[in-house]
């Protein structure tokens, strides 16, 4: 099976998101312009060159494509998996791929060679990535700061808070199967 990465920030208490009642989608609770800078460079340089076949892959759920400004990632193939498939396939950005479960986006990302895979949320995806025993890599950015708002319901977490993650042990900055990368912003 194709080996693939997780891509996540967190803030101190693990949220990932919220939702954003005033624009009905979901958001992140932060504008964190170094940290966007890193996801880009990481999921789109693929030392195969940028060979549309050989692009990296985002592996995504549907709310966070939903929150997606221009509803798409460019330059990186974009799968959004979606347990309402049906409704979705044809709403979708005519380049983004609509899968109707997470084993469905690893097996289309095995008909391709040399490609970086990503899941890049939300949290019901991440649950099901970390259980998977193709997880490579876990990159977690760390905002270091609280970003609860009482009033906003529901707030989105990672699977894992940080006394959880800070488990594993940290070698060379990278977490394979045992260890860990960290990305702290000040």
């Given at each position: ?39 880009k460079e ?118 894992l808070n ?25």
């Amino acid at each position: 099976m194709t080996k693939f990465s997780i891509v996540v920030a967190i803030d101190k208490d693990a949220h990932i998101g919220y939702f954003n009642r005033s624009t009905g989608k979901y958001d992140l609770p932060w504008k964190c312009k170094v940290d966007m800078d890193f996801f880009k460079e990481l999921t789109t340089t693929n030392h195969t060159g940028k060979i549309p076949e050989n692009q990296n892959v985002v592996i995504m759920g549907k709310n966070t494509y939903l929150s997606l400004p221009n509803k798409i990632l460019s330059n990186r193939i974009n799968i959004v998996v979606s347990s309402s498939y049906e409704l979705w396939k044809d709403k979708c950005h005519p380049d983004v791929i609509v899968v109707p479960n997470f084993q469905e986006a690893l097996y289309y990302c095995s008909t391709g060679e040399n490609r970086n895979i990503y899941v890049i949320g939300g949290s019901q995806l991440y649950k099901e990535a970390l259980g998977h025993n193709s997880l490579g890599i876990i990159y977690t950015s760390i905002i270091p700061k609280h970003y609860y708002k009482p009033n906003v319901k529901p707030t989105i977490s990672f699977p894992l808070n940080l006394e959880q993650l800070n488990k594993f042990t940290y070698k060379s900055l990278f977490y394979k199967k045992d260890f860990l990368k960290v990305y702290t912003f000040q």
